[in-house]
């Protein structure tokens, strides 16, 4: 957990729950981490690579503006490698 967490406990709970569904989505796409992370960093994502591998890992939260555009990189990425 993020030590600079300032929520309610409600979104403490929130948070973990959205944490570990996208460290399970990324583990089913296959992705290549760097991969993902180049692409959410285009889109105009501000985590740096070590803490983006953290958050993936379940190891720190991000702020939710964040986790949206991670969620939008795998779905975009995801999408691109059905066609």
Known sequence: MNADWTGD???LLEADE????????FRETQL?????WTY???LGGDA???S???????????PASQVGLIATAM?????DEDQ
Not at 32 to 36: F, R, S
């Open 40 to 42: 959410y960093y285009g």
């Open 32 to 36: 290549p981490m760097l991969k993902l």
């Open 48 to 50: 740096d690579e070590m």
């Open 52 to 62: 983006f591998d953290a958050y993936l890992n379940e190891a720190l939260h991000l």
């Open 9 to 11: 406990p409600d979104q």
């Open 18 to 25: 959205q944490r570990r569904d996208v460290a399970r989505r």
């Open 75 to 79: 779905r975009e990425l995801s999408a």
